[in-house]
């Protein structure tokens, strides 16, 4: 596809020799990966790159090329001329409107890689953790650049849980520098239940789009086969809510909720 192509055209463009070799993961622990980096943090409007963990050695050099390194390229490729098209339009619209958007408003756009061999798990979470408004507004919408299945980490969720298990966190800037999350009730810290048994996987076609509810716990498995699993995925909220100076995902340079209108 015409995304596929133009993803590997900016991985191959990317100069790895002066990048601050950011990782990505999506776990807990505020020690690993990218929490903090300023590289992360400033990514709302630009098109960065962030890398696997497993592509490093002890010594934090990369073992693995750069196209088979990268985790995933965000957070805003819905402003580049090539991905713009495949975000706002005449879809796009029909379906927020549906959805009852008063005033929708694009952010956190991504290619997500999966890369093969290495390609991280993604632990059960909810979207409105990490693009939290009051009230919950966000949409993921998550369009599959590959053929997924349980071999290269295709999505999972748990059915029903966007009605039975509230947002107990949210992931924020914090006051010293650096992210973490906030728990809403510090005495009820239950992790979610990661129990595959329960999840139904996700096994589509590319081109494929799949709508993800801000309270749906979904996940990722590790991608331990040797095809990788690209996905373009963006996120809908509504101007119309409160999203506030907390949020790790601000609009430079000041800060605040100005993202990109979703109007044709």
């Given at each position: ?36 980096d300023d590289y992360f943090l400033n990514s709302s409007d630009k098109i960065s790159f962030f890398m ?116 107990q966190k949210r992931f924020v800037k914090k006051e010293g520098g650096g992210t973490g999350f906030i ?82």
């Open positions: 596809s015409k995304l596929l192509n133009y993803t590997h055209k900016l991985i191959d463009e990317f100069d790895a020799s002066s990048h601050p070799l950011t990782k990505f993961t999506t776990g807990d622990n505020d020690n690993e990966g990218h929490v903090g696997e963990p497993g592509a490093f050695n002890e010594r934090n050099e990369l073992t693995k090329p750069k196209d088979k390194a990268i985790n995933k390229i965000g957070h805003g490729l819905h402003l580049d001329p090539v991905f713009y098209p495949y975000t706002i339009n005449s879809t796009t619209k029909e379906i927020v409107d549906k959805l009852g958007f008063q005033d929708p408003r694009v952010l956190q756009s991504m290619i997500i890689c999966k890369q093969p061999e290495i390609g991280g798990e993604v632990p059960s979470h909810q979207d409105g953790t990490f693009l939290f408004t009051k009230p919950q507004s966000a949409i993921g919408f998550w369009i599959a650049l590959e053929d997924c299945d349980e071999n290269n980490g295709c999505l999972s969720y748990l059915p029903g849980s966007h009605k039975l298990v509230p947002i728990y809403f009730n510090e005495e009820q810290r239950d992790e979610y239940d990661n129990d595959e048994k329960d999840y139904v996987k996700i096994k589509c076609r590319k081109g494929s789009l799949i709508l993800i509810h801000n309270s749906v716990l979904h996940r990722s498995n590790l991608n331990f086969s040797d095809s990788s699993r690209y996905a373009y995925a963006f996120h809908v909220i509504d101007g119309a809510a409160e999203y506030d100076e907390l949020n790790w995902l601000q609009v430079p340079p000041s800060g605040g909720a100005n993202f990109t209108k979703l109007e044709l």
